[in-house]
């Protein structure tokens, strides 16, 4: 299996402007997760999902933030209006549901957002 | 509001030395603690579980211990090597209706073994 995929791995952008980050979870994952990484607050939870649908979303700092995951293989995080504050490097991760399982996240290389 | 907390400051260690980080924990009770390693410019790499009756849990050079009294966690890495420098994230997690669902992490420890 290739991992978890994001895209676009650099994205630079103005104040403003809207910005989609893209991830595909590993193939056969029940469990995905989006999460954001800055110096100053490290790894946060954003929002995840179980079986697509959405079950924690107390992450997602305003209404600026949505995400979605419209089947089993893909997920999107959007960000409009983006803003300079935003700028950080967004990962996504997955995981599979099993009694005897270490429940691991397995994470993409992530997306650095850079807005101007 | 639940916490975590690993030593933010960088720890610089002496090649072969032992290196040990730390990882503590308020206002919930973990039901399992992870341990992962995260390289510059990568995403986090799952190392290690140990569940809260484990006291111990040891892979190769890399030893966990487990406290649930003083709500703290050690992650030892035995004959550190330059290539074991990276950030080490842990993450308690309380079991829900799953053994997955929702995964804080602290801020992390960065690492560095010199040769």
């Known amino acids: 299996d290739a991992g978890v995929i994001q895209s676009p791995r650099h994205e630079v952008t103005e104040m403003g402007q809207e910005v989609t980050l893209r991830c595909k979870p590993i193939?056969?994952?029940?469990?995905l997760f989006w999460y954001r990484q800055t110096m100053m607050r490290g790894l946060e939870l954003l929002i995840y999902?179980?079986?697509?649908?959405?079950?924690?979303d107390s992450g997602m700092p305003e209404d600026r933030f949505s995400a979605k995951m419209p089947n089993a293989s893909f997920s999107t995080l959007k960000i409009q209006p983006s803003e300079p504050r935003d700028s950080a490097v967004y990962f996504c991760?997955?995981?599979?549901?099993?009694?005897?399982?270490?429940?691991?996240?397995?994470f993409g290389e992530g997306s650095r957002l850079t807005v101007l | 509001s639940q916490k975590i907390e690993q030593n933010s400051e960088a720890l610089n260690i002496q090649e072969g030395k032992t290196a040990t980080l730390t990882c503590n924990y308020t206002n919930y009770s973990p039901a399992y603690l992870q341990w992962y390693r995260q390289d510059p410019g990568r995403g986090p790499v799952f190392l290690l579980l140990i569940r809260e009756n484990e006291k111990e849990k040891r892979k190769e050079r890399l030893k966990v211990t487990f406290d649930t009294t003083l709500k703290q966690s050690l992650f030892h890495i035995t004959a550190s090597q330059p290539a074991d420098s990276a950030t080490y994230l842990c993450?308690?997690?309380?079991?829900?209706?799953?053994?997955?669902?929702?995964?804080?992490f602290g801020q992390g420890t960065t690492l560095q073994v010199k040769p």
């Open positions: 993450a308690p997690r309380a079991l829900g209706s799953s053994n997955t669902g929702k995964l804080i």
């Open positions: 193939s056969g994952h029940d469990y």
């Open positions: 999902f179980n079986n697509n649908v959405p079950i924690d």
């Open positions: 991760a997955s995981s599979i549901t099993g009694t005897t399982n270490t429940g691991e996240l397995f």
